[in-house]
């Protein structure tokens, strides 16, 4: 298995543009998690789904981030407008199920930078 | 709400020397633990996880977990650490029957040679 994939894996944009950030789970997995890695937050859930379905988005920060998840082996983070201070490591992770004991598989993480 | 712990922000070690992290929740339910670590430029990977049974917890590379449910702690121990062990290292908190992880802020630990 390829694991999770994320695209791209780093990303330099400028302040007001739109950024979208792209994730594949691992095959079979139907719970999908966004977070975001910054030095001063550590590792702060976005959103997460279950079955393609957004089960709880609390951790998005404001409406300029938006999620989907069109099917079961993709799912986006979109931020529009992006701001300086959305630059972070934004990570994807999925699971297989959570009835499972199972842990969290991650990706390699998008780095990005808002100029 | 629930929240995740890890005391020490950094910690320095000589190669041989022993690790222990501390990472405490707070949560009164039934919980599932787990240690990740994120290798410099990595993402991050499971080291271990506790999910019942036996508290004291083996994971990859030497390290283990006790999970003390009367302290609610959940402290990741190495008894001699190498060079190669220069990570951050993530204590995270599932309750049972829910699909949410609490992560701790993380540790960096850094090993000298």
């Known amino acids: 298995d390829a694991g999770v994939i994320q695209s791209p894996r780093h990303e330099v944009t400028e302040m007001g543009q739109e950024v979208t950030l792209r994730c594949k789970p691992i095959s079979g997995h139907n719970s999908l998690f966004w977070y975001r890695q910054t030095m001063m937050r550590g590792l702060e859930l976005l959103i997460y789904f279950n079955n393609n379905v957004p089960i709880d988005d609390s951790g998005m920060p404001e409406d300029r981030f938006s999620a989907k998840m069109p099917n079961a082996s993709f799912s986006t983070l979109k931020i529009q407008p992006s701001e300086p201070r959305d630059s972070a490591v934004y990570f994807c992770?999925?699971?297989?199920?959570?009835?499972?004991?199972?842990?969290?598989?991650f990706g390699p993480g998008t780095r990005l930078t808002v100029l | 709400a629930q929240s995740v712990s890890q005391h020490n922000h950094h910690v320095i070690l000589s190669e041989a020397a022993s690790l222990e992290l501390g990472c405490n929740y707070s949560y009164g339910g039934t919980v599932n633990l787990f240690w990740y670590v994120q290798y410099p430029g990595q993402h991050l990977q499971l080291l271990l996880k506790?999910?019942?049974?036996?508290?004291l917890v083996k994971g990859i590379k030497g390290f283990e977990a006790e999970f003390i449910k009367s302290k609610f702690s959940f402290n990741l121990r190495k008894p001699s650490v190498q060079w190669s062990d220069t990570a951050e290292y993530f204590c995270a908190v599932r309750s049972s029957g829910t699909y949410k992880y609490i992560f701790g802020t993380g540790t960096r630990l850094k090993v000298l040679a």
């Open positions: 506790y999910f019942s049974g036996d508290p």
């Open positions: 992770a999925s699971t297989p199920g959570w009835l499972a004991n199972n842990e969290q598989f």
